[in-house]
Structures are given as structure tokens and as C-alpha cells.
């Protein structure tokens, strides 16, 4: 039974609530942990401990690669592989292929922000093991979820479970794999 | 103290009316989508639309049935309504991107309720603005290789010195950004949907769709990164593609167009008539969906705010336009100016355009007309008349007289040019009258932040009071919550 769980659950009913037990979960030293919010929370980043991701340096990455290939890709066309003077400019006239450039760096970017954030998060993910618990549902709706999941250090059954239950939350769930 | 919270909400008027929950605004607008009977009017507009969309499904086959000679265009006013329409569309897309990226980094709440239609409203006029440039090569099959870099077997490849060719990419880069911004912003709600549908197959769509979100806050982390990213480059890539659109005309010799004011005055007058076209949407939109609460009047003044001082930007670009043509001395430039305003036989639209564009919205400086919304929906579809005016003065009156009087000729449209033009109407109305149909109209995990119990300790709402026991440990550079 307790080698098949994914972790154990607890409900609250306000952001605050779960922000001060995400707090508490993290000063106990647990590190596997996740909340589950209806809207985006800025609190529970720093109550989790959940480290800033590298996303931005990615897509900042992709912005470069996108520059970089509109110049490229302009520059072999008209210098490289078929160069031909239109209206007297010369062969790499720098100006007029900064908008498209400029444009690609931003497709780029945008390209890497949606999915390297898709691909960061895990997703997509038809099934997991969260959705097991029925009143998870309420998590888009209204209600705030924290969870430990099995495979921390710290996890054993009866400890964390007593844990979870001293947070002072609506209910606690086990989370089946 | 009581006169300070006065002023406070009067500085600060409530984004959100009513006295709702966290599940009370899911229900509410995902009920729309999920639970309510289609209203008997949904049906009625989605039908003319549906028919009216009919109209440019049979104006295209007729165009690549006889080729573009079906239109009115001639020389020397090569481009008509082909261009008008397509600046025309292009800019209406302009305020969902203003409303979703830029009132987002300026910390507006006010957009919260409206960006989820505002976005769908620029997906489909970019959709509709795009028909243009393709149909209008009369051939749009070969249109692939003058228009996008590919290797092909002739070894042919576009000029990337041509502003149409920043067009391509300008426009393309825009609706791909817009989509993904505006299906970044649904996955949370899909979610919400997914979990709430009863129905199994609509259940199984929505869940494909919102790729298996489950709200963990790890996720959120980046998402909200991601989001914020994708707001700071939708704002210059916004102002880039009108600033092109403009470049089209600006770049080219001809008087009229030859003007460095173009693509200021281009993007303003995207963001005018995209406002002028969210509040023509916006009006029925929450009376039919009884969405008052979320979509409140005072959205709808500042909506009739914005379009105020984006229509005297407008207006201003008129007076400078005049202006050029005389300080530049050329006889051809002052020619054109004259020829447009009072000499030439296209003198009756220039009028019309200042009467829509620049007396129509002198009435927003009232109170009484700007909290009417009667006739906030008149002056906004007069100023939606006003910005097509505008692109056709600016492409007929400087292209029918050019330099060479021999070549001068008239232009008038022909049917299928109207009939195209009308059915890219329908067809934009179809497309919004879908999207209501089946996805949530209001982005409800954001007017979730909106409730006062979404701030934890309730410190935005007792800052005094808690200021000392919120714990600032917190030194990253995350913006606030706020």
C-alpha cells in the first residue's frame, strides 16, 4: 500500500491557508513538494522554495538564433547565392533586412517561451497521478491543494501523513500512483 | 480616513461588480460555454454571418475563376480595395495586442476582463487581413514562392529589400505570436473546463486541449514567466507591424504617402479603430451573456477614453499630413494635398473621414455620450467607417492623380470588390460567434486574482495594517502581485 503511492494531499480553503502550510512544509525540510492553485500564486514560489526558472535565459537564447538566422538567411540570399543589385543598394544593404530580422527574433522567442515552458512544466501530460483524488477537480475551480510526494527523502507514510494532518487543512488525501 | 477611501475609489474603481466567490465567477463564465442552452440569438447571428461569410466563399472562386480583372482596380490605382481592406483588418487586430501585452505590463487590471475576445478579436481580423495580400496576387498557389524564402527548383527568392516582403514576415510573425499568446492564456481555463464538463466527449477535447494543466505551482512559475516574456515582446512586435504596414506606402515615391509620420500615425490609428471594434463587440457581448459584473461600465469608459486620445493622435496625423504636403514646397506634394481636400473629385471622402474620425469622437469628451452606451456603440461603428475612409483617401486620392496627368484616370469599385469585402465581414462574425459559443469569453483564472480573498493575508487590501506582519524575506525580482 505505501510503496504505491504517488504522495499524500492536503485541501485548504484560501490562498493564504496554503501559502502558510507551504511554509511550514518547506521548514520541515521536505523538497518533493507541489501546490495546486486555481490562478497563478506569487507567494508560494518562495513559501515552496521553488527556484527561478532558466526559462528566461532560454528564450533569450532563441532570440539570438532568431536574429542571427533572419540576418543569415538575408545575407545568403542576396550576397552568397544570388546576388543581384535592385535600385542601386549595395548586395548586404543592412537596413532593409533589419525587419525581418527583427521579427524572426521575436518569433523565435516566442517559439521557445510557449514551448520551452510546455516542455519545462511536463506537459503535456494526459494522466497524473493528482487527478486520482476526486476533489481535485476544485483545484481549477476554487480550492488549494499542497502535496508530498513518496519519493522525498524525508517521506514516511505515518510521519508525514500525521504532518500533513498538524497543518491544519480540510482534508487530507493519499494519492495512488 | 473615510475621504481618503473616497478618493481611493475613485482613483481605483472596482474592476469587478457584484459579490462573487472564487467558484461563483468559474460558474459564471464557464457556464456560457458548458451549461446554458445556446440562446435562440446565438443561432440568429451565427446564421446571417455563417451567410453572409458565404459571400466571400463565392467572391474567391469568382476571383480565381476570371483573375483579379473582376475587381475595379486599374492603373494607375493599382491598389484598392484590396489594401484598403487588408490595412484596414490588420488594424483592428491592433488593440487586442495593446489590451493583452501592453495594459499587461503597465499593470492595468482593467484588462483582465476583455483580453480573452479582445485576443480572438486579433486572431480573426488578422485572419481576415491576410486574405488580401494572398487573393490580390490573383493566384495565391504560386503566391508561395514570391512571397516566402524556400529553396524552389526555379531558384528564385524574394527581395528582401521590398517592404512588401517585411509585410510577409511582419504579418505572419503577428498572427503566430497572437495565437500563441492567446492559447498560452486559455490553457488554465480549458483546464477548468476540462474538470467541469459532464458531457465525456466535450470533456475529452478540453482536456486534449489544455495538455493536462493541473494549476501545481511549479508549473505556474514558469507560466507566469512566460506569459510576462511573451507581453514584452508582443509590444514591439505590435508596434512593428503597423510601423511595416506603413512602409508599404512611406517607402514608395509617390505624394501622399511619402511621409515620415506614417508609422506613428499608422499604429494609432490601429489601436483607434481596434477599440472602436472591441466596443462595438464588447456591448451587446455582456447584456446577451449577462456579464455586467465582470465587463463593468467603467471598462467601457475607459475604452471610450482610449479611443479618445488614439483618435486625436489620429486626427493630429491629418493636420501633419496637410502640413508636409505644404512646408515641402514640391509642387507635386502641394498638388496632392489640394487635390485631396477640396479640388480633386474624391473631396467628398476626405470630408467624410474628418467628419468620422475627427468630429464624431469630440463627442467622448461628455460624460453624457462617453457613459451612454448607446452611443459609444454609434461612434464607435462610425469610427470604424472613419478608419476604412481613411486607408481609401490615403490609397485612391494619391494614386488616381500621380505625376503624369496623361495617366490619370478614376477608380470605382466593382461588385465583387464590395462583395469581397463584406464577406470578409461575415466571415469575421462567424469566427467570433464560434469562439463564444465554445470558449470561455472572460479569462477566469484571471478575474479570479481580481476577489479580494485571491491576496494572501489580504495585504493589498489592509496594507496599513499588515504591513508590518507580511514577512519580506522575499528578495527576488518577481514583479508583485499587484
Not at chain 2, 469622437?361 to 472613419?386: D, M
Request: hydrophobic fraction near 50%; proline fraction near 5%.
Amino acid at each position: 500500500m505505501e510503496s504505491k503511492l504517488h504522495g499524500i494531499m492536503a485541501e485548504f480553503d484560501t490562498p493564504s491557508d496554503l501559502v502558510d502550510a507551504a511554509r511550514k512544509v518547506r521548514d520541515a525540510g521536505y523538497t518533493k513538494t507541489d501546490a495546486f492553485s486555481p490562478f497563478p500564486l506569487h507567494e508560494i514560489d518562495e513559501a515552496l522554495g521553488i527556484k527561478r526558472s532558466i526559462l528566461p535565459y532560454l528564450i533569450f537564447c532563441g532570440g539570438i538564433t532568431g536574429l542571427l538566422s533572419g540576418i543569415g538567411l538575408q545575407y545568403f540570399v542576396h550576397v552568397f547565392d544570388w546576388p543581384i543589385i535592385v535600385g542601386g543598394r549595395p548586395h548586404f544593404s543592412l537596413p532593409a533586412f533589419i525587419p525581418p530580422a527583427y521579427e524572426l527574433t521575436i518569433l523565435f522567442s516566442a517559439f521557445v517561451a510557449v514551448f520551452g515552458m510546455l516542455f519545462l512544466n511536463g506537459l503535456p501530460a494526459p494522466y497524473h497521478p493528482v487527478f486520482n483524488v476526486p476533489r481535485f477537480a476544485l483545484a481549477t475551480r476554487e480550492k488549494f491543494f499542497l502535496i508530498i510526494e513518496s519519493k522525498d527523502e524525508k517521506y514516511e507514510y505515518a510521519e508525514t501523513r500525521s504532518f500533513m494532518e498538524s497543518l491544519a487543512p480540510q482534508e487530507v488525501f493519499d494519492v495512488e500512483e | 480616513m473615510k475621504d481618503d477611501k473616497e478618493l481611493q475609489k475613485k482613483l481605483h474603481p472596482a474592476m469587478l461588480e457584484g459579490d462573487h466567490s472564487f467558484a461563483s465567477v468559474t460558474d459564471k463564465i464557464s457556464d456560457v460555454t458548458l451549461k446554458k442552452r445556446t440562446p435562440f440569438h446565438w443561432f440568429i447571428g451565427f446564421g446571417l454571418a455563417f451567410m453572409v461569410a458565404q459571400l466571400l466563399l463565392f467572391s474567391v472562386m469568382w476571383l480565381l475563376a476570371n483573375g483579379i480583372g473582376v475587381w475595379g482596380n486599374n492603373q494607375p490605382v493599382g491598389w484598392a480595395f484590396d489594401i484598403i481592406n487588408f490595412v484596414w483588418w490588420i488594424g483592428i487586430g491592433h488593440a487586442g495586442t495593446l489590451i493583452s501585452a501592453i495594459l499587461l505590463l503597465l499593470n492595468q487590471k482593467w484588462r483582465t476582463s476583455i483580453n480573452r475576445f479582445a485576443e480572438a478579436m486579433t486572431l480573426f481580423a488578422v485572419a481576415c487581413a491576410a486574405m488580401f495580400p494572398l487573393l490580390h496576387t490573383g493566384r495565391p498557389w504560386l503566391a508561395a514562392y514570391w512571397l516566402f524564402p524556400y529553396p524552389n527548383t526555379m531558384g528564385i527568392w524574394p527581395n528582401f529589400r521590398s517592404p512588401l516582403i517585411w509585410d510577409v514576415f511582419a504579418v505572419s510573425t503577428y498572427a503566430t505570436v497572437s495565437a500563441l499568446f492567446w492559447y498560452v492564456g486559455l490553457i488554465p481555463d480549458l483546464a477548468t473546463l476540462r474538470d467541469r464538463a459532464k458531457n465525456k466527449y466535450f470533456k475529452f477535447v478540453y482536456a486534449a486541449l489544455s495538455w493536462g494543466w493541473r494549476g501545481s505551482a511549479r508549473h505556474c512559475h514558469r507560466y507566469e514567466i512566460t506569459y510576462l516574456i511573451l507581453a514584452g515582446l508582443s509590444t514591439p512586435l505590435v508596434l512593428s507591424v503597423h510601423s511595416i504596414v506603413s512602409f508599404d506606402f512611406s517607402v514608395s515615391q509617390v505624394p501622399g504617402w511619402h511621409a515620415t509620420i506614417f508609422p506613428p500615425y499608422f499604429v494609432a490609428g490601429a489601436v483607434f479603430a481596434g477599440f472602436a471594434m472591441v466596443l462595438i463587440l464588447c456591448i451587446p457581448l455582456r447584456k446577451w451573456y449577462r456579464m455586467q459584473d465582470f465587463i463593468t461600465h467603467q471598462h467601457l469608459i475607459y475604452m471610450a477614453k482610449v479611443m479618445l486620445a488614439t483618435g486625436l493622435i489620429v486626427v493630429y496625423g491629418y493636420a501633419m499630413e496637410a502640413f508636409f504636403g505644404w512646408y515641402s514646397a514640391s509642387q507635386y506634394e502641394v498638388f496632392m494635398v489640394k487635390n485631396r481636400i477640396w479640388e480633386g473629385p474624391y473631396w467628398w471622402s476626405y470630408w467624410m473621414l474628418i467628419f468620422c474620425n475627427g468630429i464624431s469622437i469630440q463627442f467622448l469628451w461628455f460624460k453624457r455620450f462617453r457613459e451612454s452606451e448607446f452611443w459609444l456603440f454609434v461612434i464607435s461603428v462610425i469610427v470604424s467607417v472613419g478608419m476604412w475612409l481613411e486607408r481609401f483617401v490615403i490609397i485612391v486620392t494619391s494614386l488616381h492623380r500621380d505625376f503624369l496627368p496623361s495617366s490619370w484616370a478614376m477608380y470605382s469599385p466593382r461588385v465583387w470588390d464590395w462583395t469581397m469585402f463584406i464577406g470578409t465581414i461575415g466571415f469575421f462574425f462567424t469566427l467570433i460567434y464560434l469562439f463564444v459559443r465554445f470558449v470561455p469569453i472572460i479569462s477566469i483564472f484571471e478575474v479570479r486574482t481580481l476577489l479580494p480573498e485571491a491576496n494572501v493575508h489580504g495585504h493589498q487590501q489592509d496594507f496599513e495594517e499588515n504591513v508590518n506582519e507580511v514577512e519580506y524575506t522575499y528578495d527576488r525580482t518577481d514583479p508583485p502581485n499587484d
